[in-house]
T-cell receptor, first 113, second 114 residues
Framework: NAGVTQTPKFQVLKTGQSMTLQCAQD?????MYWYRQDPGMGLRLIYY???????DKGEVPNGYNVSRLNKREFSLRLESAAPSQTSVYFC????????????FGPGTRLTVL | DAKTTQPPSMDCAEGRAANLPCNHS???????VYWYRQIHSQGPQYIIH???NNETNEMASLIITEDRKSSTLILPHATLRDTAVYYC???????????????FGQGTTLQVKP
C-alpha cells in the first residue's frame, strides 16, 4: 500500500496562475482532508470530504476549491494564486470523520511569487 | 474543541524516556486527547489517543490525569529517529458535529541527543 500520495512534491507559481494539487489514497477510506502549514505553525484545515460526493469548508477555505473525484482522489485547486498561499499543503484520509487516526501524505511545497 | 498548552521545546538523551506534557484544562467530558508527531518535512503521524484511562501501544504510552486536565506522552526509550514536533490535540470523537478537524497548535519540538 502506498497510503496517501500527493503530486507534485514542489511547485513554483506566479501570482495569478492556477494549479491543481492532486491527492490519492489506496486505503479505501471514506473521508479526506486538505491542510496547509505555514512556517513555524501547526496545520490548518482548508476543506474536507466526509464521503464520496460531499465536500465542506474548513477553517481557511478562501481562495481554494476542491473536488472529490471518486473515493480515492481528492484534489485542491488554486484558481488565482496569491503570495499568501505560499505554504506546504498536506492531504490526509481516514476511515470516517469520527475515526481516531488520520493518515497524511508527504506534502506539496508551493511557492507563489 | 478545547485548547492545549505544550512547552515549545524539550531535550532528551538517547535511550532515556521522553516525557512530553500537555495541559488541556478546558477539556470536555466527550473530548479525547490525541498525540501526533511530525518529523521534519514529513506529514504528521498518529501516535496514540485516549479518553480517561491510560493507554499504551507499540510507539508510546499516554497518561491522563484523573481530572483529565493534563496528560503526558511517554516515549519509553527515545531514539534519534524520535526527534520531531509532537502535537497534543483535543477533539470530540463522537457525535454528528465532529468535522474530524484536528487543531494543531505549535507543539513541542523534541530533540533526542546522542
Amino acid at each position: 500500500n502506498a497510503g496517501v500520495t500527493q503530486t507534485p512534491k514542489f511547485q513554483v507559481l506566479k501570482t495569478g496562475q492556477s494549479m491543481t494539487l492532486q491527492c490519492a489514497q489506496d486505503m479505501n477510506h471514506n473521508s479526506m482532508y486538505w491542510y496547509r502549514q505555514d512556517p513555524g505553525m501547526g496545520l490548518r484545515l482548508i476543506y474536507y470530504s466526509a464521503s464520496e460526493g460531499t465536500t465542506d469548508k474548513g477553517e481557511v477555505p478562501n481562495g481554494y476549491n476542491v473536488s472529490r473525484l471518486n473515493k480515492r482522489e481528492f484534489s485542491l485547486r488554486l484558481e488565482s494564486a496569491a503570495p499568501s498561499q505560499t505554504s506546504v499543503y498536506f492531504c490526509a484520509s481516514s476511515k470516517t470523520l469520527r475515526a481516531s487516526e488520520q493518515f497524511f501524505g508527504p506534502g506539496t511545497r508551493l511557492t507563489v511569487l | 474543541d478545547a485548547k492545549t498548552t505544550q512547552p515549545p521545546s524539550m531535550d532528551c538523551a538517547e535511550g532515556r524516556a521522553a516525557n512530553l506534557p500537555c495541559n488541556h484544562s478546558t477539556i470536555s467530558g466527550n473530548e479525547y486527547v490525541y498525540w501526533y508527531r511530525q518529523i521534519h518535512s514529513q506529514g504528521p503521524q498518529y501516535i496514540i489517543h485516549g479518553l480517561k484511562n491510560n493507554e499504551t501501544n507499540e510507539m508510546a504510552s499516554l497518561i491522563i490525569t484523573e481530572d483529565r486536565k493534563s496528560s503526558t506522552l511517554i516515549l519509553p526509550h527515545a531514539t534519534l529517529r524520535d526527534t520531531a514536533v509532537y502535537y497534543c490535540i483535543v477533539r470530540v470523537a463522537e457525535g454528528s458535529s465532529n468535522t474530524g478537524k484536528l487543531i494543531f497548535g505549535q507543539g513541542t519540538t523534541l530533540q533526542v541527543k546522542p
